[in-house]
């Protein structure tokens, strides 16, 4: 019987997070009903919440595990790259949309506003392309180039659910029977 979990490797897509499809964000979650009326669908002073209160009425679908930048080559696991600790990887993306609702004299308008304008990584949105994912490997006894092996279940955010790097997805794509160690 293995001892550990698969080895993370740039294969797959990432678990995903989210568990919603859309909900009234103004009012409601983001922020109370918006004026003057109307109001464009991404209004630079609609509000804006970290992505852990985002997390029950948004969802980010599982995405290709993908580098962002630099990735180690000099090792392969199964002909595949391994994706060590730090690693950024491609930013993922929401699809969904939240209502937003403008008030005013004689006026009321209800629009669709991407799930991203709302998000706040940290004092700025999120963009169109998602938020960045960065891998933080828990193991403490394997290592690459000196930096530790992800593995499987590891997460893809710093500081999850909320600053530049909250992603809550966690590796999904991993070795089936190379395996790292607690």
Known sequence: MPSGLGAALYMGTCSGHGKGSGSTAHPGHVGGMLSPCPHTPMRPDMGQVPIAAQEPVTLWPPVAQL?????????????????????????????????????????????????????????????????????????????????????????????PGTGPYGCLSKVAGSSPNVFVGA
Do not use: M
């Open 67 to 159: 580098p962002a930048g630099p990735a180690v080559t000099n090792v392969l696991i199964n002909k595949k790259v391994p994706i060590v600790d730090q690693d950024e990887l491609t930013p993922h993306p929401t699809p969904t949309l939240h209502v937003t609702t403008s008030t005013g004299y004689k006026c009321l308008t209800t629009l669709s506003t991407p799930a991203w304008w709302l998000t706040d990584l940290g004092g700025a949105r999120e963009t169109a392309a998602g938020h960045p994912r960065k891998l933080v490997a828990t193991t403490a006894t394997v290592f690459v180039n000196k930096r530790r092996l992800g593995r499987f279940n590891d997460p893809f955010g710093v500081t």
